[in-house]
């Protein structure tokens, strides 16, 4: 069934079992601009309806096997039908209990036969201007649809545009590890929310130079991709880890619990022990196998002050310690050798 603002040129259903009343409406109804589809039952007229949407229906109500109030009832029921407008026909006179069954299943009008030409016209055409004006207004309607649409798709792109630029500001591109700005964001907002619960790892690779000058570049980066996967997979939910630059990464341990100190020289001990073991590398098409190792170095929030610089610095040189020691080592700031 055709769309109501597609239809360029309204369609009228004139539905009446006797062939010459057909005929009349059919010769009355040429002076509208319409097209006049004839139904001879109200089988008939129900198929019409069907098959195409028309914008007013003139009814019978007399009619053998199915009345036009039976038409009217099914009509109705039948979604988008139960909105096209009927008009009545009748050859008697009706009482006030027939206009309001009419009414009640959906006639907005009655007339009465032999129809008086003037009013006949005179209703078709309100009608047919009704029915373009609600055309043009589905048509607006799609209108404002289809621009509300596009707005909301172009709203959607540009706020994934801006999360991508965003990721971008606060992401290093090779690992996509949290890069050092967003690493020392979290952790002020970390340290200004309880400093006793934080601490940090620094992590220097031993090795990558090694590496990175035998293998090529596309190695060395392949070696930092795969650091980041097995720390970014090493810790709790609640952890940051980032990659500073070059070969150094930053492990931000957040929400320590009261007796956190050994879990997080447990957690610093695994980082040395997980970038101990062999990496299997790919790069340029050809496989290898790199061995490195790592130092690191811990500070606790609590014990080595509640600023950024100050907390970074105790972790820093902790780790430089570690390496002076004999890399592959751990160093808790402030002690007085390696703990490993």
Sequence with gaps: MSDTADTDRPSILVVDDIHANRVAMRRLLA???????????????????????????????QMPDMDGFEVAELLSGQGDLSDTPVIFVTANSTDELSHLEGYRLGAVDYLTKPVNET??????????????????????????????????????????????ALHRAYHDQLTDLPNRARFYECLEAALTEDPASVALIFVDLDGFKQV?????????DALLVAVAGRLRH??????????????????????????GRALAERLASQVVDMLGRPFRLEAEGA????????????AFGAD????????????DEAMYEAKRGGKGRVRVAGASAPDR
């Design 304 to 315: 080595h002050g509640s600023g950024v610089d100050s907390l970074v610095a105790a972790a």
């Design 31 to 61: 002076q509208v601009d319409a097209d006049i589809v004839e139904a001879d039952s109200g089988a008939a007229a129900l198929s019409a309806c069907l098959e195409e949407q028309f914008a007013l229906i003139l009814l019978d109500v």
């Design 287 to 298: 496989h290898l196998s790199a061995h490195i190792g790592a130092s690191a170095g811990l």
């Design 212 to 220: 990175n000058d035998g293998h090529g570049h596309a190695a060395g």
């Design 234 to 259: 090493g810790f709790r939910a609640e952890d940051l880890v980032a990659r500073l630059g070059g070969d150094e990464f930053a492990v931000l341990l957040r929400a320590l619990p009261a007796e």
């Design 119 to 164: 009013i006949l016209l005179a209703k078709v055409r309100a009608f047919l201007e009704l029915y373009r004006t609600r055309g043009r207004m589905q048509t607006l309607l799609r209108q404002v649809e289809d621009y509300n649409r596009r707005l909301q798709l172009e709203v959607e792109e540009r706020k994934r545009a801006e999360a991508r």
